[in-house]
């Protein structure tokens, strides 16, 4: 796994599988603090310009994959966007690194000047890079564990690990599978429709639009035969093949059971 991704090259699509562990491995994530984890990514994406396909989130380690189109991300981006993007991630206040909030920023960019076009050039350089991306999500829910728990130091154990992949790429579906199974695999759920903090627990919970970056994906696996689905149907189908691997996982269970019950050191 790379673990010094940068912000991929050329025009192409990709998509990015991202992970990264709490200092010492230990859990000291609790519900409220993957909720925050939750809110803090989506707002996060929202202005890098990057979509999530899904997550999931443990109490030691999360794991999450984003999809990126650059030409939207970070090449061709609005004056009016950017407003946009930067009242998603700070709201009503104000970037202490550019020094003004959303309404100072619009007419500033308005101004086009020299300033205007500096503070571009900032704000782009933080659009559709993994690494400033992930920077900021670990570095922005660091700050809100130290004073929520009246803590300090260091949160996150390492920089971050990533695998790349092509939008198109038939892996993704299992990569997919693979992170929202991972509530189960640390026994935290028994079922990833019913655990909170995974994209198709948020998905089965939230309904059509949370379920947009599935269709999106199931529809770039099946690229060769067009779907004409509805968007429950095609969300069904990916859910389907989660759950094909959920009885793999169920069965791996039993037998790991099975065999340390019988194995002789267990019976002498």
Not at 37 to 56: E, K, N, P, S, W
Not at 181 to 199: D, H, I, M, Q, S
Not at 236 to 245: G, K, N, Q, T
């Amino acid at each position: 796994m790379s673990k010094h991704l940068r912000r991929p090259s050329g025009e192409y699509e990709v998509c990015v599988h991202v992970m990264s562990r709490v200092v010492q491995k230990r859990f000291l994530i609790d519900d409220q603090g993957m909720e925050e984890m939750r809110r803090i990514l989506r707002t996060q994406a929202a202005f890098a310009g990057f979509d999530v396909v899904t997550f999931c989130f443990l109490k030691n380690h999360f794991h999450v994959l984003l999809h990126l189109d650059p030409s939207k991300a970070c090449k061709r981006v609005s004056d009016a966007e950017f407003v946009r993007r930067f009242r998603l991630l700070y709201g009503s206040k104000r970037s202490a690194s550019l020094g003004v909030d959303g309404e100072t920023l619009e007419a500033l960019l308005k101004s086009d000047d020299e300033r205007a076009a500096s503070v571009r050039e900032k704000l782009r350089a933080r659009m559709g890079d993994v690494s400033v991306f992930m920077r900021e999500l670990k570095t922005r829910f660091t700050f809100w564990y130290n004073r929520h728990h009246q803590t300090v130091g260091t949160f996150w154990a390492d920089r971050f690990r990533s695998v790349l992949f092509e939008a198109g790429s038939a892996d993704l579906r299992v990569v997919a599978a693979y992170i929202d199974l991972n509530g189960v695999r640390a026994g935290l759920t028994e079922n990833p429709r019913k655990y909170r903090f995974c994209g198709l627990g948020e998905a089965e919970r939230e309904g059509r639009r949370a379920r947009e970056a599935y269709v999106w994906l199931v529809k770039k696996a099946n690229r060769r035969r067009p779907l004409s689905r509805s968007i429950e149907e095609i969300f069904a189908e990916y859910a389907a093949f989660v759950d094909r691997h959920l009885a793999r996982i169920r069965s791996d269970l039993v037998e790991r059971v099975h065999a340390e019950r019988s194995s002789p050191s267990r019976s002498s």
